[in-house]
């Protein structure tokens, strides 16, 4: 199953040996992963291999599986514009990186914000310093539309989002910090830049995608849309969870990615990953040296330094940075059931790429896995190495255990005997909206482990995420406020808990729900967010 691609010379030495098979297999045992695929560029030679399952109950992953590259996209935004601005054929761009978003969409890159609006660069969104923060939970998959070919059971009509929806939902959402301050990692940007892509091209972002970059390098398994990849002829890996509760692996739904774009749509595997990386490295066609240059300069600090590493920077969809006086260019991604990783060090010719189906420990295994191939390629003395491995599992510790203690860290002064709410929790069910983050409909459920106790719960099928909201009370108007994602199953590095308060009008009826949003793996506020309640 594992394939030499170096025109169709042999390998000198092939690093995906059985030894490292062995190590592949017990490592997918360790982070509980079914399977992955696995590429990598030593110069001239590209390897691939793949390991486990793909999609039980006996699919064996192999080069050729697809899987979703979910945040590894964004590096192909970042490439597409580099090309665009050295082209010179667009005098929009005629400030390069330089240029203002809203000269290109105008109308539809409107922020509360006036100075933003009006000063934000192409450059800005690239490289995640725009003030916005993640919003993901404000992403619709779709938008509810009188005329829309989607009927709900109980007669409301739907439709797709599309991205110009996403870029337009912006006004309705806050920055959390000043443009140009701090790195943010914020996926919508790149909704924006792709918005612009379409705009200047008149063309699909998809289509544009091929014609630039995977048409020219043979990249014929990459994808931009779920339905034709699953139709093509390279078998699609399902994503898993693991419930640790029956000890099995349980099959995640697909999720569609269309209005996600340039911020995570790209569906591939990893021989075709292995020629993007090659064409970085070499600094080859379809892009100029200068293009080259653009993609591999960094714009912003993203992280300091830390244990085994040197701080890292950040530009066209890459994160820069610097190990045992090697310099390392990488991305990750992940979905709500898949991860990838790309990792390419350019002055040693040396590239790794990998795709698995699980979410968040895809991610550890492949960190895991890069590294090991990045340490013996480098010759790395065992007691020098990095251990990505420690890292990972102290990230997933540390939120296994705030998870049970979010009560604590939300509302450490509560009473000990609760304050009862100031309106019964019945009258508290119903709709609220924000014009940022939709509507939220609140019912009554029965309490999963108190028999004499209620919980309200919303279930958020409209957005990209598909989330369930779950208030309990804490004490007076205050709750807190537990986020599933997912709505058949949820997986558990998602969970997160948000403070939530109900303001009550002068009539003793509920005006508002406040929820004070955080990303919670990656420790990032995301601001207040009121939604009014609608008067049924």
Same mark, same amino acid.
């Given at each position: 199953?594992?394939?030499?691609?170096?025109?169709?010379?042999?390998?000198?030495?092939?690093?995906?040996?059985?030894?490292?098979?062995?190590?592949?297999?017990?490592?997918?045992?360790?982070?509980?992963?079914?399977?992955?695929?696995?590429?990598?560029? @030593?110069?001239?030679?590209?390897?691939? $291999?793949?390991?486990?399952?793909?999609?039980?109950? @006996?699919?064996?992953?192999?080069?050729?599986?697809?899987?979703?590259?979910?945040?590894?996209?964004?590096?192909?935004?970042?490439?597409?514009?580099?090309?665009?601005?050295?082209?010179?054929?667009?005098?929009?761009?005629?400030?390069?990186?330089?240029?203002?978003?809203?000269?290109?969409?105008?109308? @539809?890159?409107?922020?509360?914000?006036?100075?933003?609006?009006?000063?934000?660069? *192409?450059?800005?969104?690239?490289?995640?310093?725009?003030? =916005?923060?993640?919003?993901?939970?404000?992403?619709?998959?779709?938008?509810?539309?009188?005329?829309?070919?989607?009927?709900?059971?109980?007669?409301?009509?739907?439709?797709?989002?599309?991205?110009?929806?996403?870029?337009?939902?912006?006004?309705?959402?806050?920055?959390?910090?000043?443009?140009?301050?701090?790195?943010?990692?914020?996926?919508?940007?790149?909704?924006?830049?792709?918005?612009?892509? $379409?705009?200047?091209?008149?063309?699909?972002?998809?289509?544009?995608?091929?014609?630039?970059?995977?048409?020219?390098?043979?990249?014929?398994?990459?994808?931009?849309?779920?339905?034709?990849?699953?139709?093509?002829?390279?078998?699609?890996?399902?994503?898993?969870?693991?419930?640790?509760?029956?000890?099995?692996?349980?099959?995640?739904?697909?999720?569609?990615?269309?209005?996600?774009?340039?911020?995570?749509?790209?569906?591939?595997?990893?021989?075709?990953?292995?020629?993007?990386?090659?064409?970085?490295?070499?600094?080859?066609?379809?892009?100029?040296?200068?293009?080259?240059?653009?993609?591999?300069?960094?714009?912003?600090?993203?992280?300091?330094?830390?244990?085994?590493?040197?701080?890292?920077?950040?530009?066209?969809?890459?994160?820069?940075?610097?190990?045992?006086?090697?310099?390392?260019?990488?991305?990750?991604?992940?979905?709500?059931?898949?991860?990838?990783?790309?990792?390419?060090?350019?002055?040693?010719?040396?590239?790794?790429?990998?795709?698995?189906?699980?979410?968040?420990?895809?991610?550890? *295994?492949?960190?895991?896995?890069?590294?090991?191939?990045?340490?013996?390629?480098?010759?790395?003395?065992?007691?020098?190495?990095?251990?990505?491995?420690?890292?990972?599992?102290?990230?997933?510790?540390?939120?296994?255990?705030?998870?049970?203690?979010?009560?604590?860290?939300?509302?450490?002064?509560?009473?000990?005997?609760?304050?009862?709410?100031?309106?019964?929790?019945?009258?508290?069910?119903?709709?609220?909206?924000?014009?940022?983050?939709?509507?939220?409909? /609140?019912?009554?459920?029965?309490?999963?482990?108190?028999?004499?106790?209620?919980?309200?719960?919303?279930?958020?099928?409209?957005?990209?995420?598909? =989330?369930?909201?779950?208030?309990?009370?804490?004490?007076?108007?205050?709750?807190?406020?537990?986020?599933?994602?997912?709505?058949?199953?949820?997986?558990?590095?998602?969970?997160?808990?948000?403070?939530?308060?109900?303001?009550?009008?002068?009539?003793?009826?509920?005006?508002?729900?406040?929820?004070?949003?955080?990303?919670? /793996?990656?420790?990032?506020?995301?601001?207040?967010?009121?939604?009014?309640?609608?008067?049924?």
């Amino acid at each position: 199953m594992g394939e030499n691609m170096a025109d169709k010379k042999q390998p000198s030495e092939s690093p995906l040996t059985a030894e490292f098979g062995e190590f592949v297999k017990k490592q997918l045992d360790e982070w509980r992963v079914p399977g992955l695929s696995i590429g990598v560029l @030593d110069g001239d030679n590209i390897y691939t $291999e793949g390991y486990g399952i793909a999609t039980f109950p @006996d699919t064996p992953a192999t080069a050729e599986t697809v899987w979703y590259g979910a945040s590894t996209t964004k590096a192909f935004v970042g490439a597409v514009l580099a090309h665009l601005i050295d082209s010179k054929k667009h005098p929009e761009l005629a400030k390069g990186w330089a240029t203002p978003i809203s000269s290109i969409i105008r109308d @539809d890159f409107v922020l509360r914000d006036t100075w933003a609006t009006e000063h934000l660069t *192409l450059e800005d969104a690239v490289c995640h310093r725009t003030g =916005f923060p993640r919003h993901d939970k404000s992403l619709q998959r779709y938008i509810e539309d009188e005329h829309g070919p989607i009927v709900e059971p109980d007669g409301r009509r739907k439709r797709y989002a599309t991205i110009k929806d996403v870029v337009r939902n912006l006004r309705n959402v806050d920055l959390t910090e000043q443009p140009r301050v701090k790195f943010q990692y914020c996926n919508l940007m790149f909704v924006v830049l792709s918005h612009v892509i $379409e705009t200047l091209t008149g063309k699909p972002l998809e289509q544009v995608m091929h014609e630039v970059i995977w048409d020219p390098l043979g990249m014929t398994s990459t994808y931009f849309d779920l339905d034709k990849a699953r139709a093509g002829p390279n078998h699609f890996a399902r994503g898993y969870n693991f419930n640790k509760d029956n000890n099995k692996f349980e099959q995640m739904p697909w999720m569609p990615v269309r209005e996600c774009s340039g911020a995570g749509a790209i569906m591939s595997n990893v021989i075709d990953y292995a020629k993007w990386m090659k064409c970085l490295i070499n600094q080859s066609e379809p892009f100029s040296e200068a293009a080259h240059k653009d993609i591999r300069t960094p714009r912003i600090i993203q992280r300091l330094p830390g244990p085994g590493m040197d701080g890292s920077l950040y530009g066209l969809g890459w994160e820069r940075t610097v190990y045992r006086n090697h310099v390392i260019y990488a991305h990750g991604g992940g979905t709500h059931a898949y991860g990838a990783q790309v990792y390419w060090l350019p002055e040693d010719k040396f590239g790794v790429v990998a795709f698995a189906n699980t979410a968040i420990t895809s991610n550890a *295994l492949q960190d895991v896995l890069v590294y090991k191939l990045i340490n013996d390629k480098l010759g790395i003395a065992p007691e020098n190495r990095f251990d990505p491995g420690r890292g990972w599992h102290g990230i997933i510790d540390h939120h296994q255990q705030n998870d049970n203690k979010g009560l604590d860290l939300l509302f450490p002064d509560r009473p000990e005997k609760p304050l009862p709410s100031p309106v019964d929790i019945k009258e508290l069910a119903g709709t609220y909206y924000d014009s940022g983050y939709k509507s939220i409909t /609140l019912s009554v459920k029965p309490h999963p482990n108190r028999e004499d106790e209620v919980i309200l719960v919303a279930d958020l099928p409209n957005t990209t995420w598909q =989330f369930r909201l779950e208030l309990h009370h804490v004490s007076g108007s205050w709750w807190i406020a537990y986020v599933n994602q997912g709505l058949e199953s949820s997986v558990e590095f998602f969970k997160e808990w948000e403070k939530a308060e109900f303001k009550i009008g002068p009539n003793g009826k509920p005006t508002a729900l406040v929820i004070e949003w955080w990303a919670r /793996l990656g420790n990032m506020y995301e601001g207040l967010v009121e939604f009014r309640r609608i008067q049924e």
